[in-house]
C-alpha cells in the first residue's frame, strides 16, 4: 500500500502560482510512477501531467504545456507540481496517483491521494 496526501492548494489570483506537494508514505516511494489529475465541479477527472519513477520522463496535457512542472523528489518521498500563470479553467480539485506504470487513464493508478482544491479567480 502507498498512502499519498496532497498539500498546497488554495485560491489565487488569474496569472498567479502554486506549488503542490503529494507526500507518500507506506512502500517504496520511487517503485512507482506518479500522475497529477483533476476534477472540475460537473466534469470527468482528467489528465494533468505525470512522470516516471526515476524522473526520467515527463507528460502534460496540452492545456498546461509550458505552464506546469512535474516533478519528484524520491529521497523525500514527495512529488510536486509547480504552477504558473494560472487561470480560472484550472480550477479544481487536484489529485495524486502513482501507478507501476503512468498513464493518461485514472483508473490505470493503483493508489490515489484526497484532492486539494485549487481555485483560481479572474
Known amino acids: 500500500q502507498v498512502q499519498l496526501v496532497e498539500s498546497g492548494g488554495g485560491l489565487v489570483q488569474a496569472g498567479g502560482s502554486l506549488r503542490l506537494s503529494c507526500a507518500a508514505s507506506?512502500?517504496?516511494?520511487?517503485?512507482?510512477?506518479m500522475g497529477w489529475f483533476r476534477q472540475a465541479s460537473g466534469k470527468e477527472r482528467e489528465f494533468v501531467a505525470a512522470i516516471t519513477r526515476s524522473s526520467g520522463s515527463t507528460y502534460y496535457t496540452d492545456s498546461v504545456k509550458g505552464r506546469f512542472t512535474i516533478s519528484r523528489d524520491n529521497a523525500r518521498n514527495t512529488g510536486y507540481l509547480q504552477m504558473s500563470s494560472l487561470k480560472p479553467e484550472d480550477t479544481a480539485v487536484y489529485y495524486c496517483?502513482?501507478?507501476?506504470?503512468?498513464?493518461?487513464?485514472?483508473?490505470?493508478?493503483?493508489?490515489w491521494g484526497q484532492g486539494t482544491q485549487v481555485t483560481v479567480s479572474s
Open positions: 496517483a502513482a501507478g507501476r506504470s503512468y498513464s493518461y487513464i485514472p483508473s490505470h493508478y493503483d493508489y
Open positions: 507506506g512502500r517504496t516511494f520511487s517503485n512507482y510512477d
